[in-house]
């Protein structure tokens, strides 16, 4: 009986005990990672890459969320030219300015 007692006090505690939040680079990278993937499906549907993020938004089931960084930026989205083979997207960090260190330090993506 006093087992039982202990395995459900153990269970609720675990439950109650809040998770972390996830960091902003996880969040950030994590968003970026599936933009790219929601360009592919566009370039599958329309046999050429999206010409910025918001040719995006009209499919059906985009989150908007994509749209952004954890800090709230734009993402940045650069289609292949013949310049640049790939598609890059682009967050610029926390500062939303080009460059930077630590948390202000760009994030990128390229996908041939």
């Known amino acids: 009986m006093l087992l039982l007692i202990v395995g459900l006090t153990l269970y609720l505690l ?8 996830p960091d902003p680079e996880t969040v950030t990278y994590t968003r970026i990672v599936h933009l790219a993937e929601q360009c592919d499906r566009f370039r599958r549907m329309t046999k050429a890459w999206p010409p910025g993020a918001y040719a995006l938004v ?6 908007t969320n994509l749209l952004f960084d954890a800090w709230g930026h ?5 289609p292949p ?9 682009i967050s610029y960090g926390a500062d939303g300015v080009p460059g930077g260190t630590g948390t202000n330090r760009d994030l990128c993506l390229e996908r041939p």
């Open 58 to 63: 009209n499919m059906a089931k985009f989150d």
């Open 81 to 89: 030219t013949n310049a640049q083979t790939c598609l890059c997207v």
């Open 74 to 78: 734009p993402l940045v989205l650069i």
């Open 14 to 21: 675990s439950r109650s005990v809040p998770k972390p939040a």
